[in-house]
């Protein structure tokens, strides 16, 4: 699932700005915000106080890492898109698969879970991310010496996706981090009589 939100967000239509910053994060300061369960808010606005996206980074009893997202598709209706899958930490780099069927997707309805809108987020993140079927998608975290922000570099194959690169405010489940639409609503048209 690495970046495949964002990936999918950006065929959409929205891009991510490109943070730079300091000092690579290596693979005990990314296995710690998994061990103090940390939610990385992608993209926060200070204005708005809200997120595109959330992430978090589990360990599994097995050893096994999973990285988890979740987003706001669109408000009216509300739909929200859980996101899961299972990544390798190397050298501190998260790298998974770029093949969609490997993700683990869940979409709810007003809060309900559908399997139509499930399946209509799969057939969209498969869409765009045909690209990156075969390839490997890596993030590399960053950080400033701010506590509470990391940056990122996303690869494929080694290759940098400059357009797929977020920022990410750290906190905990106690945050209140808020989510915001990706696709917000159309405004009417309005009609001038003559």
């Not at 859980?82 to 979409?107: F, K, M, N, P, W």
């Not at 559908?114 to 075969?134: D, I």
Request: aromatic share 8%.
């Amino acid at each position: 699932m690495i970046k495949r939100a964002a990936l999918f967000l950006t065929a959409l239509g929205l891009a991510f700005p490109v943070c730079a910053q300091e000092r690579a994060m290596g693979d005990a300061e990314v296995l710690a915000l998994a061990d103090r369960q940390a939610i990385w808010c992608e993209n926060w606005s200070e204005a708005t106080r809200d997120c595109e996206s959330l992430y978090t980074l589990r360990r599994e009893a097995d050893g096994r890492l999973i990285l988890a997202g979740m987003f706001v598709l669109t408000d009216r209706p509300l739909i929200e898109v859980t996101l899961a899958d299972i990544v390798t930490l190397e050298q501190g780099r998260i790298c998974s698969s770029g093949a969609t069927s490997e993700l683990t997707i869940q979409a709810r309805l007003a809060g309900v879970a559908s399997q139509e809108v499930t399946a209509m987020v799969r057939s969209l993140l498969a869409q765009s991310m045909a690209e990156y079927e075969n390839s490997i998608i890596c993030q590399q975290f960053f950080t400033s010496g701010d506590p509470e922000a990391m940056g990122e570099i996303v690869t494929a194959d080694d290759v940098r996706l400059y357009d797929f690169e977020s920022t990410y405010r750290l906190g905990t489940v106690d945050s209140g981090f808020l989510l915001r639409p990706q696709i917000g609503e159309t405004p009417e048209q309005e009609f001038i009589d003559l």
